[in-house]
């Protein structure tokens, strides 16, 4: 199996930066796709942004560049750097992994798509 463990959330004021982590450990292959989603209360799962082990990453409109995702392969660790951070922002942090290297592009934001979750970490934006 795979075990994800995000890290990295608080509590911050509006405008402030935060820098999540999401370390995988298990039977991880260099080309599996790691995505991250955020879950607000009584809101449906949301998707973030992706990155394949290979180079290319996918980001969510709604996150108007405030966010960049980058990865350590040899750590096998994924980072999701968050500027300008908004109360909007405020939600439960998760990453997921996809095991099929050959999933559509189309498909990374369908949370159906992940096979492994992390438990989340939560992130707290006060205006």
């Known amino acids: 199996q795979v075990q994800l463990v995000e890290s990295g959330g608080g509590l911050v004021q509006a405008g402030d930066s935060l820098r999540l982590s999401c370390a995988a450990s298990g039977r991880v292959l260099s080309d599996y796709i790691m995505g991250w989603f955020r879950q607000a209360p009584g809101k449906g799962r949301e998707f973030v942004a992706a990155?394949?082990?290979?180079?290319?990453?996918y980001y969510a409109n709604s996150i108007q560049a405030r966010f960049t995702l980058s990865r350590d392969n040899p750590k096998n660790t994924v980072y999701l750097q968050m500027n300008s951070l908004e109360p909007e922002d405020s939600a439960v942090y998760f990453c997921?992994?996809?095991?099929?290297?050959?999933?559509?592009?189309?498909?990374?934001?369908?949370?159906?798509?992940?096979?492994?979750w992390g438990q989340g970490t939560q992130v707290t934006v006060s205006s």
């Open positions: 990155i394949k082990w290979s180079g290319g990453t």
């Open positions: 997921g992994t996809v095991r099929d290297r050959y999933l559509s592009p189309r498909l990374y934001s369908s949370d159906s798509s992940y096979d492994y």
